[in-house]
């Protein structure tokens, strides 16, 4: 009976060791440095328009006919948001997943999860890839299709406009196997476009 406790015992010490440990990287990915990097692998209903800084003259007249909606029943965007994170920190700071939202210009745009570990050394520095897909279709319904064809139009740099983009991750510790999101998000904040 004696070992039996003593083994309960040690689990129990193992585990929360390990969730403050968890907590740790969790707080040190909070007082990261974060700086957006690019757009890249951008797709418009099927069209691959690359990186956001290489999109072409001759693809604008495709994304404008597109985003004015039309009769098409599901508009898939897709694309990946890269964040440069530096961690000044002395210790790591890490996450085993995070769920994250995005908003252009005050239009809730995506929300989503990236369950894959994200760790970054004292004084290192490390792109996080957020990959994003959502259906502008549906935005247009909620919003209407004015609305988003502007703000997609400032946001890929059709339009001069300048751009808002907000982004809120919740990191993730593990508490045995299940996550268990932060209560308070890390936010980001970048402009871009506009003259």
Avoid: H
């Avoid at 909070?30 to 290489?54: F, K, M, P, T, V």
């Avoid at 965007?77 to 996450?95: G, R, W």
């Avoid at 990959?131 to 703000?151: C, I, P, W």
């Amino acid at each position: 009976m004696k070992k039996i406790i003593v083994f309960i015992f040690a689990a129990l010490v193992f585990n929360s060791c390990d969730v403050l440990n968890q907590i740790g990287g969790a707080y040190n990915l909070s007082q990261c440095e974060y700086s957006y990097r690019s757009l890249s692998d951008i797709q418009l209903a099927g069209i691959n328009l690359g990186n956001a800084s290489s999109i072409s003259l001759s693809s604008l007249a495709s994304i404008s006919t597109i985003l004015a909606g039309g009769n098409l029943q599901a508009i898939p965007f897709n694309m990946t948001l890269n964040i440069d994170v530096k961690n000044p920190n002395q210790k790591a700071a890490f996450l085993n997943a995070l769920d994250y939202s995005i908003a252009i210009n005050e239009l809730d745009f995506a929300q989503g999860k990236i369950d894959i570990p994200f760790d970054l050394a004292p004084n290192e520095t490390k792109t996080l890839p957020i990959s994003v897909g959502v259906d502008l279709k549906t935005l247009m319904n909620r919003y209407s299709q004015e609305r988003v064809a502007k703000e997609m139009g400032a946001f890929l740099g059709i339009i001069s406009d300048e751009t808002k983009v907000t982004v809120k991750l919740w990191p993730k510790v593990l508490v045995g196997e299940t996550p268990i999101k932060v209560p308070a998000p890390i936010p980001l904040e970048f402009t871009f476009g506009g003259k």
